[in-house]
């Protein structure tokens, strides 16, 4: 197919924060970008190039951001794919700012406003636009849920109450995040409450080296389902939006299991660390042979099961910070998106014709 | 020694509480603040530091250095331990600078070896893996050479800071610096797994494990987890021994897991669910096994037609009488797990199922049912309500166990049957299956189907072929089977097609060979469709040629395609040019005089 059917990798490096650039070692960054779609990284003794879908720079503005990233993935979901955007990088790369946008009160109207404020106006620009062209004969109906993954414990962020949540698998429905709240949304602004209520429900912690740094994953998922009435046939399409915004990559690493106390700590970070290994089994993917691998359910994976190698359309966004001090870091992520590029989706329409008996 | 008296004292007590900190008490911070006792640890160690310069004496210095280098270890752990991995790595790379004069002797070996860990890990941490190993492998080295030139318990580095009547005995010396030394062998399997260097890190993998239950330093359930997907590896190179040794260890560790009850006794449903889940776990790496036995026998017993070969059969029965006599010092050769006790428990357990190719019906039988009881005790935790993959993953093996089981079996009816079985636990979930959110095994569900029904109606045919005429309930049976398989090879194409129901112009190498395949045999089946109504078989060639004829034409717009079909494009490049002269001469027949 002409578009592919790959996961999208994005990169984009932010600014070094103000007067880090001047403490920062000697040389102060730590790589350049070289056009839209390649990066440099100097490495030592060679220089290392990266090639990615796409590259946004120091100056690349939201819009664009938003524009090259999440704009076909919200378009593809009104035409009833499924898809997911994840924001990937180490804690102070810059994730929040990309997706959320900065940290004031009110982000959505602010200008600098990210990808998921931006892709809640679109999408429901595009809702009203369909009911507009469709008159009466089309209907709308979006609900969306929120939903933490903290050591390996899924947490219901819309309802602070809730205890440990289950994943579990319908055999109609696919994978479900079971009793988590579902609510119903009819504008923009109205996901954007409900998502920076959650928002503020998560699970942060500080560290010297960063003021705030998420320990948990986020999905934000909306449902999107058109009904549509046709000569007595009822069309029906539904299809999902994952918004999903990592715990910082940094503490990914599964190397460190070591005895009781490290593999307590490293549990914090398994899903991540997980996502690592399955998308190294996807590449692999081949021998044929006839075998079960006991370890494979990291809950992040689990729930995203279709976004990684099934049939949606899935984009990653990864996130790196130029400063010197971050070069293994930024290493590890540009390696970490440069291996997920390898991953190919199976994009299938999500249609199923009902009430065409008599 | 230096900084004797209360002054000594001080200085230790200190190093004890930041030892406490960032062990004990950093557990219980809260997670708003993960690192808290971290900090106040580090700042203790600082102070320790600092203290310690402060006594430099002259004839001390050896000493003085390896009691730097112990809080520099402290203090590059504790970096890494807070996300800052170059002060980590600078801590680190200092306390290995002071101890390498001194790395041979028993009061430092241990140290160097775990500061020797930690920058492995840290590098692997930088995706560096090439310099991970490098201090991995060292580390590896001076314990070896450690072991053969002097081999006597090495002191602990906390011991450094203890007074004389705390020092540790040599059991508990041995035990530390043991596990220190296993840990290096872990983190090895890791580096050389990210190398690629499979073999390697399967066997360290291995002799960790080993070393686990020899230092009793693991938890039952983890480590039986491990062992049985280990045992998963070793099917992969056909090593069926390695294979079942493992599994049947992981079976014997895993008992002792439900036995113990946990620390506080407040085991929480969840934590039974996930016991029970775990059990069915290992139950589907026993299937694995069964399977993959099976399988490989097939392979060794089949002639050119996928048929067992009763020659090879003969000759293979002779060759295993032979290698009997040598089994025995074959065995020991292999790496084994356990101390006695478990041991006997392992063996006792292995012998529940063979590990060498069954060679006939009888024998692939006791491994068939073997595999069907794991089937049974996996489906008992992984039901379809809630876990739909998992479940139908393993009614697929089912399945694929009793389709490996027929081959062995000689009589053409009960071979049917045999298939009806599959057939009979394959439809209802392939039925209920949104293809929307389980596409991948709705096309496997559909494949599998087509070719069942594909094999019996083979096997009706053979059936009808030794009678001396075909009854009309025999035609029935093979039409409707053709019918069925056609009908799930149609759904499985459909699949491929684009949203506007469009088939792909070119298809993705994963559905290649399966597409292929499947039009391949539409083809064949047409051509078997029994009918007397003439026109009907004309229709019916004709479709049969119009499937053919697609494979052809494929492989000349798409050469590449050419290589996963070779047989089947062959046979049908055949077809092509036959079945226009047939259907000629079945037209004349249908009317003769024009």
Redesign the interface.
Known sequence: ?VEGDAIKVFVRVRPPSEGAALTDGDHGLCLSVLSANTIRLHSKPEPKIFTFDYVANMETTQESVFSSVAKNIVESCMN?YNGTIFAYGQTGSGKTFTMMGPSDSDNFTHSLRGVIPRSFEYLFFLIEREKEKAGSGKSFLCKCSFIEIYNEQIFDLLDSASA?LFL????????FVDGAVEQVLSSAAEAYQVLTMGWRNR???????NRESS?SHAVFTITVESMEKNNEIVNIRSSLLNLVDLAGS??Q????T??L?LK??GNINRSLSCLGQVITALVDVG?G???????RDSKLTFLL??SLG??AKTCIIANVHPGS?CF??T??TL?FAQRAKLIKN?A?????TQGNVN | AAAPGAGWAAVCEKFRTARTLS?VES?KDP?????RSK?SARALLQEVKQLLSGGEEGGEARLLAVRRAVLEYELGVNHT??????AGEEHLQRCTQLLQPHRLSPDCVSLYIQAQNNLG?LW?????IKTAQTYLESAEALYNQYMKEDGNPPLDPSEHFMAEEEKLTDQERSKRFE?AYT?TLY?LA?VYQHLEMIEKAAQYCHTTLKRQLEYCGYYPVEWA?NA??LS?YY??KQCFMESRHCLAAASVIFSQAGQVPSAEDNETE?DQQDLRQ?KA??A??W??YC??LL?SARKLLEDNIGELDPDRQLELKAQRKKEEDEKEKGRKKAVLFGTSDIYDSVLAMEEKVSSVYPLDFQEAREIFLVGQNYVQEAKEFFQ??????DHIEIVQ?HS?LFKVLAFFEEDYERRCKMHKRRIDMLEP?YA?????????ISRQLQFELADTYYEMMDLKVAIGNRLEELDSHTIKKINSLAQLAIKYYELFLDSLR??DKVF?EEL?EDVLRPAMVAKFHIARLYGKLITSDSKKQLENMQTSLEYYTFLVEYCEKYPNAVRAIETELELSKEMVGLLPTRMERLRAKLCPFI
């Open positions: 197919s009833g440990g579990r698998e319908h055999i109609k429905k696919g994978v699970r942060v912690a500080s560290t010297s080296m320990r940094e503490r690493k599964d190397t460190h070591e005895g106390r307590e700590a021998n042979k006839q075998r079960h691998i006991c370890y099961r279709d099934g049939n001090r293994g870091e290493l590890s390696n199976k299938v329409i999500n249609e199923d | 062990a557990r997670e708003t603040e993960p690192y900090y331990d807070t996300e800052e991995l170059s890990i692997s941490e930088r995706d560096e596990k840990h983190y890791q987890l049985a997907t998963q099917l992969s969840q775990r776990e290992i589907r790496c299937i694995k399977l993959n399988q379809v309500d809630g876990y739909v993959t093996d694929a979930v209920d299956l949104n293809p929307q959110y389980y596409l991948l684009n949203p792909p993705e």
